[in-house]
T-cell receptor, first 113, second 117 residues
Framework: RKEVEQDPGPFNVPEGATVAFNCTYS??????FFWYRQDCRKEPKLLMS???SGNEDGRFTAQLNRASQYISLLIRDSKLSDSATYLC??????????????FGKGTLLTVNP | GEEVAQTPKHLVRGEGQKAKLYCAPI?????VFWYQQVLKNEFKFLIS????????ETGMPKERFSAKCLPNSPCSLEIQATKLEDSAVYFC???????????????FGPGTRLTVL
């Protein structure tokens, strides 16, 4: 089982749609959780951290369920500029390593006019 | 600097040739990380440094790959005798601190695209 698994996508949605991304992780000792955004093979950029109580930043809402080892990202009122690959990222000690970031494969979102 | 800098932007090598990639972390950041991104968005952690000391090398291939971070020099990732499967984008990231907290954000450089022919 992969350490971090995401919806394979791709997602094609019209402007204004609400879109949800799901992610699960296998390492129960994981400590921090993030959603990164990557545009067209550029560097990944932090979109938002995911807190246990859930958190919102404008049109973006992230949720974490530690019991189910599940993370989600909801984008409301999607814009053309939201088109990108969304990466679920988990941080924790794993396989003898110190706090490395483990990435999901990413889900490509295309928002259409 | 204010951003992670990586050079070169693109690198083309014939199989068996050496490749050397460079990374300058954000000023004041003590930790440097190298990641490899191959097709289909698979990111793989390679190695991390705390200043000039190896912090975590559990992702580093045992053969052909080496990395250094020396004082007052950019960090480097070197691949001896490149193979076709080394073709990827290599990202460097830096953070001020490290640990499990989500407040220790890693900032990524623009990457070096290595193509092995």
């Amino acid at each position: 089982r992969k350490e971090v698994e995401q919806d394979p996508g791709p997602f094609n949605v019209p402007e204004g749609a609400t879109v949800a991304f799901n992610c699960t992780y296998s390492n129960s000792a994981s400590q921090s959780f993030f959603w990164y955004r990557q545009d067209c093979r550029k560097e990944p950029k932090l979109l938002m951290s995911v807190y246990s109580s859930g958190n919102e930043d404008g049109r973006f809402t992230a949720q974490l369920n530690r019991a189910s080892q599940y993370i989600s990202l909801l984008i409301r009122d999607s814009k053309l500029s939201d088109s990108a690959t969304y990466l679920c990222v988990v941080k924790g000690k794993s396989g003898g390593s110190n706090y490395k970031l483990t990435f999901g494969k990413g889900t490509l979102l295309t928002v259409n006019p | 600097g204010e951003e992670v800098a990586q050079t070169p932007k693109h690198l083309v090598r014939g199989e068996g040739q050496k490749a050397k990639l460079y990374c300058a972390p954000i000023k004041g950041h003590s930790y440097v990380f190298w990641y490899q991104q191959v097709l289909k968005n698979e990111f793989k952690f390679l190695i991390s440094f705390q200043n000039e000391n190896v912090f975590d090398e559990t992702g580093m291939p045992k053969e052909r790959f080496s990395a250094k971070c020396l004082p007052n020099s950019p960090c480097s990732l070197e691949i001896q005798a490149t193979k076709l499967e080394d073709s990827a984008v290599y990202f460097c990231a830096s953070s001020r601190h490290e640990g499990g907290s989500q407040y220790n954000e890693q900032f990524f450089g623009p990457g070096t695209r290595l193509t092995v022919l």
